[in-house]
Nanobody
Framework: QVQLVESGGGLVQAGGSLRLSCAAS????????MGWFRQAPGKAREFIAI????????NYADSVKGRFTISRDNAKNTVYLQMNSLKPEDTAVYYC???????????????????WGQGTQVTVSS
């Protein structure tokens, strides 16, 4: 069983930055593929970023590429999402997710992941 706990959400003005963190339980964290998704009201959950274990291969949704950076610290069992140049359309609940099989799909669907955090709200005001 893996537990994921996100933190770092909040209210920020357009153009500002936030860093989300996701702390994971589990001794094999370094072998998990980790992802970030978001879901705005009335919309489907959408892929934001993914980071593979090992060589830390990453990929991003086009909507955040160049503004968001995913990273991980295996010693701390934590994955991060640095969000810069935030826009009002980035407002959503952000979720981290874990794939214990360690597979890598550069544009994953939500059902590619086994475990999910509870989500953290990010609100960007104009």
């Amino acid at each position: 069983q893996v537990q994921l706990v996100e933190s770092g959400g909040g209210l920020v003005q357009a153009g500002g930055s936030l860093r989300l963190s996701c702390a994971a339980s589990g001794r094999a964290f370094s072998s998990y593929t980790m992802g970030w998704f978001r879901q705005a009201p009335g919309k489907a959950r959408e892929f934001i970023a993914i980071i593979r274990w090992g060589v830390f291969r990453t990929n991003y949704a086009d909507s955040v590429k160049g503004r968001f950076t995913i990273s991980r610290d295996n010693a701390k069992n934590t994955v991060y999402l640095q969000m810069n140049s935030l826009k009002p359309e980035d407002t959503a609940v952000y979720y981290c997710a874990a794939d214990l099989k360690g597979l890598y799909n550069p544009t994953p669907a939500p059902n590619d992941f086994n475990y999910w955090g509870q989500g953290t709200q990010v609100t960007v005001s104009s």
